[in-house]
């Protein structure tokens, strides 16, 4: 069956600095790739798509790659900032999205 | 505009019990997907409406059910309650069917109902 894995450990990292979080999977070649921002209590937020034929994209401070021989993708927020501190899902599909476990990303200031 | 509401926030029910959740998505969608989530894991795939039918299923007992009506909005049941279906439930609705497939279509969530089985 498919399988993704993000990083189940928080990663901590200072204001400014560029964090980047890691999104693998396995047994399946997914035509999309889908990040979402989570707060605790609440939903997850849209951020950014990827189609498979496409190596990066960017909104803002923020940039996803996809690799699809590698079976990854790197989400990265540049310049990051305390606001920043959530849990960043990404979601993959397989004819449904499905849901990694997500990262837990803490900036302190 | 409104986006997705669920109700109710928070619900207690003990083992053996139905409860019903409802989700009104956002203005303009049609399609509903519910999911559920543990705590410390990513939301997993309950099922999916669209156009009053269930058109995907997850890895999910038959104890889940639910149901779409014309105005869009949905109702997720889950009969029998056990202990490990405490978890916050997530309605997302979506435009459907997205060109390209369902993955290319993103999904806005609302904020969930903490369901608690005691």
């Known amino acids: 069956s498919q399988k993704i894995e993000q990083n189940s450990e928080a990663l901590n990292i200072q204001e400014g600095k560029t964090a980047t979080l890691t999104c693998n999977y396995t047994?399946?070649?997914?035509?999309?790739l889908q990040w979402y921002r989570q707060d605790p209590g609440r939903g997850p937020v849209f951020l950014l798509l990827?189609?498979?034929?496409?190596k990066e994209k960017r909104k803002e401070r923020l940039k996803v790659t996809f690799d699809t021989t590698l079976k990854q993708s790197l989400f990265h927020i540049t310049a990051s900032q305390p606001a920043d501190s959530a849990t960043y899902l990404c979601?993959?599909?397989?004819?449904?999205?499905?849901f990694g476990t997500g990262t837990r990303l803490l900036v302190s200031p | 505009d409104a986006g997705v509401t669920q109700s109710p926030t928070h619900l207690i029910k003990t083992r053996g019990q139905q409860v019903t959740l409802r989700c009104s998505p956002k203005?303009?969608?049609?399609?509903v997907s519910w999911y559920q989530q543990a705590l410390g894991q990513g939301p997993q795939f309950i099922f999916q409406?669209?156009?009053?039918?269930?058109?995907q299923r997850g890895n999910f007992p038959d104890r889940f059910s639910g149901h779409q009506f014309p105005n869009y909005s949905s109702e997720l049941n889950v009969n029998a309650l056990l202990l490990g279906d405490s978890a916050l439930y997530l309605c997302?609705?979506?435009?459907?069917?997205?060109?390209?497939?369902?993955?290319?279509?993103?999904?806005?969530f609302g904020s969930g109902t903490q369901l608690s089985v005691l």
């Open positions: 997302a609705s979506s435009l459907g069917p997205p060109t390209g497939g369902w993955g290319n279509e993103k999904l806005f």
């Open positions: 047994n399946y070649s997914p035509a999309y």
């Open positions: 990827i189609r498979e034929n496409e």
């Open positions: 979601a993959l599909d397989f004819q449904k999205l499905v």
């Open positions: 203005s303009g969608h049609d399609t």
């Open positions: 409406y669209y156009e009053e039918e269930e058109r």
